[in-house]
């Protein structure tokens, strides 16, 4: 368990080698300071400003709206806020697909101006080259495969990957080809457990971070709001364990200061000056 006395920073060498010896990796999103100065304090190896900032942050139906100045000044926010973690920055719709020179410009911008050390691409195999360009520069990247929401009208929905054969095989050979371009890690989202865990075993260093990917993969991955119960109502996809329960908690604590004000009980004298 982590300690606040050892403050020694969370790489990308950390991760692999967390994979290599066995110990889980523990990831959560943050895009904003303080909650990422909670997630460093209670201990968690990575910290990702996904682009789901978009969804749970800004309120967008999908993560196809957001920007890079946007995820570049939550980036910034969450850097400063970490001391230990790894953070890892999520390249957001159009920042990298349309060639390498733009992702690798675009993935520079998360280290020099928001202070992240790694970057998140979305996409299997035919991202790879991309990737590769990458991670070249100087730029460690985590690959994100299985359902990857930037391609969420092409899916058709939320569905889970790896159920046939020909969605196994191409999972599968997505992974190895990040691996051999260079990639740390990589997500498995809403990736069939069975081939989730092939995958981990097939994989020399990369690790494999899920959700709804199993429980087999080297680590795991839940986005701050929806683990808090900061969340809309309805959505409670079957891999989304609940940590907490905060909506009641903040309705309460805002009804009270409603009535307070309206009743003349707050401030009191001792709150006054
Ligand atoms: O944007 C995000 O939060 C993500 C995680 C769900 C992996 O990509």
Same mark, same amino acid.
């Not at 139906?61 to 957001?66: A, D, E, H, K, V």
């Not at 309805?234 to 891999?239: A, I, M, Q, V």
């Given at each position: 368990m982590y300690s606040p006395r050892e403050k020694k920073k969370v790489t990308v060498q950390t991760i692999i080698k967390q994979k290599a010896k066995g110990e889980k990796i523990t990831v959560l999103t943050a895009y904003d300071y303080f909650t990422a100065r909670l997630l460093d304090q209670a201990g968690i190896d990575c910290i990702l400003v996904g682009d789901s900032a978009s969804n749970? =942050?800004?309120?967008? +139906?999908? $993560?196809?709206? =957001? $920007?890079m100045d946007t995820m570049v000044a939550h980036t910034a926010a969450v850097a400063r806020g970490t001391h230990r973690a790894l953070v890892v920055a999520d390249m957001p719709f159009l920042s990298f697909q349309p060639s390498a020179e733009t992702a690798i410009l675009n993935a520079g911008r998360f280290l #020099?101006? +928001? +202070?992240?050390t790694a970057v998140k691409i979305e996409g299997g195999m035919e991202m790879a080259p991309t990737v590769k360009r990458v991670i070249e520069c100087g730029i460690p990247v985590m690959g994100h495969i299985g359902l990857t929401p930037q391609s969420i009208h092409r899916f058709g929905g939320p569905k889970v990957q790896g159920r046939r054969k020909k969605s196994r095989d191409y999972l599968m050979e997505s992974a190895l080809a990040l691996e051999e371009a260079g990639c740390f890690s990589m997500v498995l989202e809403l990736v069939e457990a069975g081939i989730a865990a092939e995958i981990t075993g097939a994989l020399g260093t990369a690790a494999t971070i899920g959700i709804g990917a199993g429980v087999e993969c080297d680590g795991q991955v839940l986005v701050i709001n929806d683990m808090l119960g900061l969340r809309e109502e +309805?959505? #409670?996809?079957?891999?989304l364990r609940e940590y907490a329960n905060l909506s009641p908690v903040i309705l309460d604590a805002v009804r009270n200061y409603i009535k307070d004000v309206r009743d003349k009980k707050f401030p009191s004298s001792d709150e006054s000056y």
């Open positions: 749970v =942050i800004h309120g967008h +139906g999908s $993560t196809l709206p =957001i $920007t #020099k101006e +928001g +202070g992240a +309805g959505f #409670k996809p079957k891999f």
